[in-house]
């Protein structure tokens, strides 16, 4: 088989690089490990930034995006016992987020590339990339007892941090970037209304909680707990107990809870690879750089790698020109290092680490403080926070 593009995951990153290219007439084949169902059932994001909902709309896949999509104009923090808002649309000139599940525009995806009759393997076992330095690379994957070559110009390593393409890369070629955060957060999905139609991002001293939601039936809460913890640890009255310790009384009070349809734990760190890009081989997505979950800048910092690759592609296949893929390792990372300082910023200023003392609880206390009696500083959040432009 022969391609123009080979792509490995199909996640939200290899879905979306691979229904804009065919807009544009570049063939791709995409190569995903897992089932569809499985894909599916994996609850991650739901806070989409401006620039991420117009490559949705301009893969031509964000109409249910636009109808069901929650367009949300700020979020509050609460500290203290009280919650205060920060309105993004007044901060930013009229900027706004959306919230719609990483579940929901995976199936769009999923389903836009059916309907072109788009090449998506799934339960593609053993994929591989091979000849990534040489004119002609090829991905080969196993289908049964069968294995399967793919010829590509060039090929794209969408399959998140776990994924193979980036151990494809010769280890003195890169430099990598790590933060491992000493707690992750324990999340719970629930079908009922939720608490606020904004979310509510809270720092309290037995830790950071998030009121979260999907969709106005669907709620997703989040408390941070040590890393060596389980979720067996953690059934459903003893989560809303905690959850409810760390908030101010009025939320906690008029929360509703049922039971859980989802429970996972997933852990924080902060991942960077340089460069993005080897040979033939373009990283975009979680398999170039993790963030943590605080700030919503995973799916988001993603989406602006796609931004850049799928524009250099379109500019190679239909003017023979590569400036863009020259310079995408340093575009996408110039973003994904601010991605990076946010989430990092927001990640210190609302958890509770296991050795911190009263002196770091103190500059937490003024920093959430200055935050709130400065116009300039809580701008500088909604900046980032709806999205920095690309
Ligand atoms: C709890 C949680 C909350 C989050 N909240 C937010 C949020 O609100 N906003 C935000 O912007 N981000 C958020 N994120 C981050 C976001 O979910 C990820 O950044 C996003 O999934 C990245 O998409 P991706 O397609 O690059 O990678 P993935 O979603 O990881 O997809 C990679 C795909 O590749 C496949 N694959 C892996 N290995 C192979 C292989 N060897 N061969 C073939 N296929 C392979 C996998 O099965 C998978 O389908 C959150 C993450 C978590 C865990």
């Given at each position: 088989m022969r391609t123009q593009v080979g792509i490995i995951g199909g996640g939200p990153s290899g879905l979306l690089l691979s229904q804009l290219l065919h807009r544009r007439g570049i063939e791709t084949v995409v190569l995903e490990k897992h089932s569809r169902e499985y894909v599916l059932e994996r609850i991650r994001a739901g806070v989409l930034e401006h620039s991420f909902a117009e490559l949705m709309r301009e893969a031509q896949v964000g109409e249910r995006m636009d109808r069901e999509g929650q367009i949300h104009d700020g979020f509050y923090i609460a500290h203290g016992g009280i919650k205060k808002r920060v309105d993004l649309r007044a901060l930013t000139g009229g900027k706004t987020v959306i919230v719609y599940g990483q579940t929901e525009l995976t199936r769009d995806l999923y389903e836009a590339r059916d309907q072109a009759g788009g090449i998506l393997i799934h339960n593609a076992a053993d994929v591989k990339p091979h000849d990534l330095a040489s004119p002609h690379p090829y991905l080969t994957y196993r289908l049964g007892e069968e294995t399967v070559r793919i010829d590509c110009d060039y090929i794209v390593g969408c399959d998140g941090f776990h994924g193979v393409s980036r151990q494809s890369i010769p280890k003195e070629k890169v430099r990598t970037f790590e933060r491992v955060y000493p707690f992750g957060w324990l999340g719970v999905l629930t079908r009922t209304e939720p608490v606020s139609p904004e979310l509510i991002y809270a720092r309290h001293e037995r830790g950071f909680a998030l009121c979260s939601l999907?969709?106005?039936t669907l709620s997703r809460y989040y408390i941070q707990v040590p890393l060596s913890d389980s979720v067996d640890n953690w059934p459903d009255e003893q989560f809303f107990d905690e959850l409810r310790r760390r908030l101010p009384a009025g939320v906690s009070e008029a929360m509703i809870t049922g039971p859980s349809i989802e429970k996972s734990i997933a852990p924080l760190r902060s991942f960077v690879i340089e460069p993005m890009r080897f040979g033939k081989l373009f990283l975009a997505g979680d398999a170039g750089h993790i963030l943590p979950p605080t700030g919503a800048r995973g799916l988001n910092t993603a989406a602006s790698d796609i931004h850049y690759l799928y524009h250099a592609l379109v500019d190679h296949y239909s003017?023979?020109?590569?400036r863009g893929l020259e310079s995408y390792s340093q575009r996408a990372l110039a973003r994904v290092w601010k991605g990076q300082r946010f989430s990092w910023w927001m990640t210190n200023l609302l958890h509770r680490f296991p050795d911190s003392s009263p002196f770091d609880e103190r500059i937490q206390e003024t920093e959430l403080a200055y935050l709130f009696s400065s116009e300039k500083a809580l701008a500088l959040l909604a900046e980032n926070y709806v999205g920095l432009p690309l």
């Open positions: 999907r969709s106005p003017q023979r020109d590569d």
